[in-house]
């Protein structure tokens, strides 16, 4: 491995999925047909070939609303009022919402671990370490305003021991900051800015006890009502450290000196003079076995038009000729989905240090289907190249629904004409969500709701398809607690959730195992 509210109207339909998914459904109400075959009122997916190209050429897969819509016509129109209608293969196992902390000082969410760049996940000297998002739980803000207090912490534990034998919260302790106070503030010296924030990113180990760590840095300039005054200023960067450990614990050093490596340019990626919303983040580096010697990023970022211009066309909607369930382009324009412009960016290092890239086009593009991409990762398996990403139900543009989750993609090459995944849908593992109901947020589930379609997000994809999230919110309660892994089988074009894995296909939470030894 490698690594707004829009109610969905019940209707009548049939779920159109893969055999493989079909034969996991045998016995539900509904009925499975074969790929090529619409379902009732829905569109065929559009054709995708899974053909690579150069890294460098200027081709960008589409993920298209004839592919979004699959995931709703996949989507039961029958179950009752505030149960799952999504597929069960694809649908995560209910967390209990008497789940644990994982440390009651500070909140976590986006969480990866210490890694090569074949996205292997090393132990240090007897210990496993993760990297995650955190914010100080008793500093007086709300764990929805965590973002802009976001700081990269560390945590550790003794390696090889089975769930069973560990806490219920998964044994981790919190080690601290990542970089020392004010250090990633350096990037922004010279301006104006309220609040400094670190997010996700990526972090690898080089000879030695080397660290790069690949993060985004963020600066916000707010008003005292929380309102930006210009838009947040946000940069991948990198700084090196290194990782010390003994047989009580582990500790990190270093990490003084950041260096900017990428900033939107407005010309493939949008910045914030485009759209104040733009996103841009969640660097994720990687070797490619196809093209020795070359290290690439995947990244979250927007295609680089004005918020709201009507550039949408016929090739992002992706009908085929003919589909009597195709929409018309104006129809799509005039209805607001213009401002949902995500992408997935690719960036090549010019050096061997890590400290210079330059951006190349994008390699997927999601126009008028979503505004985010988030985490993006690139996941080898069988000869075949796994794009996996997370975006909220939330963020679908008008006419387009489907879960909190992960969605995926499969290619030949790092740059593919890339399938996605399951029926053409792209969705690979969703929290248990009603899309007939109309939805609310984390913070203001809706009583018709399913009171877990927001348990956990911002997954991280690991070797042998474990999957690794936070908890949001379960019901009334919230989380910023790592939630229980689970594990994907990824095959050919289709994932299913490993029921055989934990209990019930859950299993402990924050099971996060390294799959190799460091040995420096």
């Given at each position: 491995?490698?690594?707004?509210?829009?109610?969905?109207?019940?209707?009548?339909?049939?779920?159109?999925?893969n055999?493989?998914?079909?034969?996991?459904?045998?016995?539900a109400?509904?009925?499975a047909?074969?790929?090529?075959?619409?379902?009732p009122?829905?569109?065929?997916?559009?054709?995708?070939?899974?053909?690579?190209?150069?890294?460098?050429?200027?081709?960008?897969?589409?993920?298209?609303?004839?592919?979004?819509?699959?995931?709703?016509?996949?989507?039961?129109?029958?179950?009752?009022?505030?149960?799952?209608?999504?597929?069960?293969?694809?649908?995560?196992?209910?967390?209990?919402?008497?789940?644990?902390d994982?440390?009651?000082?500070?909140?976590?969410?986006?969480?990866?671990?210490?890694?090569?760049?074949?996205?292997?996940?090393?132990?240090?000297?007897?210990?496993?370490?993760?990297?995650?998002?955190?914010?100080?739980?008793?500093?007086?803000?709300?764990?929805?305003?965590?973002?802009?207090?976001?700081?990269?912490?560390?945590?550790?534990?003794?390696?090889?021991?089975?769930?069973?034998?560990?806490?219920?919260?998964?044994?981790?302790?919190?080690?601290?900051?990542?970089?020392?106070?004010?250090?990633?503030?350096?990037?922004?010296?010279g301006?104006?800015f309220?609040?400094?924030?670190?997010?996700s990113?990526?972090?690898?180990?080089?000879?030695?006890?080397?660290?790069?760590?690949?993060?985004?840095?963020?600066?916000?300039?707010?008003?005292?009502?929380?309102?930006?005054?210009t838009?947040a200023?946000?940069?991948?960067?990198?700084?090196?450290?290194?990782?010390?450990?003994?047989?009580k614990?582990?500790?990190?050093t270093?990490?003084?000196?950041?260096?900017?490596?990428l900033?939107?340019?407005?010309?493939?990626?949008?910045?914030g003079?485009?759209?104040?919303?733009?996103?841009?983040?969640?660097p994720?580096?990687?070797?490619?076995?196809?093209?020795?010697?070359?290290?690439?990023?995947?990244?979250?970022?927007?295609?680089?038009?004005?918020r709201?211009?009507?550039?949408?066309?016929?090739?992002?909607?992706?009908?085929?000729?003919?589909?009597?369930?195709?929409?018309?382009?104006?129809?799509?324009?005039?209805?607001?989905?213009?401002?949902?412009?995500?992408?997935?960016?690719?960036?090549?290092?010019?050096?061997?240090?890590?400290?210079?890239?330059?951006?190349?086009?994008?390699?997927?593009?999601?126009n008028?289907?979503?505004?985010?991409?988030?985490?993006?990762?690139?996941?080898?398996?069988?000869?075949?190249?796994?794009?996996?990403?997370?975006s909220?139900?939330?963020?679908?543009?008008?006419?387009?629904?489907?879960?909190?989750?992960?969605?995926?993609?499969?290619?030949?090459?790092?740059?593919?004409?890339?399938?996605?995944?399951?029926?053409?849908?792209?969705?690979?593992?969703?929290?248990?969500?009603?899309?007939?109901?109309?939805?609310?947020?984390?913070?203001?589930?809706?009583?018709?709701?399913?009171?877990?379609?927001?348990?956990?997000?911002?997954?991280?994809?690991?070797?042998?398809?474990?999957?690794?999230s936070?908890?949001?919110?379960?019901?009334?309660?919230?989380?910023?607690?790592?939630?229980?892994?689970?594990?994907?089988?990824?095959?050919?074009?289709?994932?299913?959730?490993?029921?055989?894995?934990?209990?019930?296909?859950?299993g402990?939470?924050?099971?996060?195992?390294?799959?190799?030894?460091?040995?420096?």
């Amino acid at each position: 491995m490698r690594t707004i509210a829009k109610p969905g109207g019940r209707r009548t339909r049939r779920l159109v999925i893969n055999g493989a998914l079909s034969m996991a459904l045998i016995g539900a109400t509904y009925v499975a047909t074969s790929p090529a075959e619409a379902a009732p009122g829905f569109p065929e997916p559009t054709k995708h070939s899974q053909r690579a190209y150069s890294p460098y050429s200027d081709f960008t897969s589409k993920w298209t609303r004839a592919d979004a819509r699959q995931i709703e016509a996949q989507s039961n129109p029958n179950v009752p009022a505030g149960e799952n209608s999504l597929p069960k293969p694809l649908t995560m196992p209910t967390v209990s919402g008497d789940f644990p902390d994982t440390n009651p000082d500070v909140w976590v969410w986006d969480t990866w671990t210490l890694t090569d760049g074949n996205a292997d996940q090393f132990s240090f000297k007897g210990w496993e370490v993760i990297f995650a998002l955190t914010a100080d739980r008793h500093a007086g803000y709300t764990f929805d305003d965590r973002h802009i207090h976001a700081k990269q912490g560390f945590f550790y534990r003794k390696a090889g021991i089975p769930a069973s034998k560990r806490p219920k919260n998964g044994g981790w302790i919190y080690g601290g900051n990542v970089f020392p106070d004010g250090a990633t503030a350096s990037l922004f010296e010279g301006q104006t800015f309220t609040h400094q924030a670190e997010w996700s990113g990526s972090t690898r180990i080089f000879g030695g006890n080397k660290l790069r760590a690949f993060y985004t840095d963020l600066a916000f300039n707010r008003d005292s009502d929380g309102n930006d005054i210009t838009p947040a200023d946000a940069r991948i960067a990198q700084s090196v450290g290194k990782i010390h450990a003994n047989k009580k614990k582990v500790w990190l050093t270093g990490f003084t000196k950041q260096h900017e490596l990428l900033r939107p340019d407005g010309v493939r990626y949008q910045n914030g003079e485009q759209n104040p919303f733009y996103n841009f983040r969640d660097p994720f580096t990687f070797t490619d076995p196809a093209h020795p010697g070359k290290t690439f990023m995947v990244f979250e970022g927007n295609t680089a038009v004005t918020r709201g211009a009507r550039t949408c066309n016929e090739d992002d909607l992706g009908y085929r000729p003919g589909d009597p369930a195709a929409e018309k382009l104006d129809d799509v324009l005039d209805s607001g989905a213009t401002n949902q412009q995500a992408n997935v960016g690719l960036a090549v290092a010019d050096n061997k240090s890590l400290t210079k890239w330059h951006f190349l086009d994008p390699i997927l593009s999601a126009n008028c289907v979503t505004d985010q991409t988030e985490r993006p990762q690139i996941y080898l398996k069988d000869g075949k190249y796994y794009l996996f990403t997370i975006s909220h139900r939330s963020t679908y543009a008008a006419g387009i629904d489907g879960p909190d989750g992960v969605y995926g993609f499969v290619g030949k090459g790092v740059r593919s004409d890339y399938q996605p995944l399951n029926g053409g849908s792209g969705l690979a593992l969703g929290n248990p969500t009603d899309l007939n109901t109309a939805f609310g947020a984390p913070s203001n589930i809706l009583p018709e709701e399913n009171p877990n379609a927001y348990q956990s997000y911002s997954h991280y994809v690991m070797p042998g398809g474990l999957v690794e999230s936070f908890i949001d919110a379960v019901g009334t309660r919230r989380g910023g607690s790592l939630a229980p892994t689970v594990r994907l089988k990824i095959k050919g074009d289709t994932t299913a959730v490993d029921k055989s894995y934990g209990k019930g296909g859950l299993g402990g939470y924050g099971d996060i195992p390294a799959n190799k030894r460091y040995r420096g």
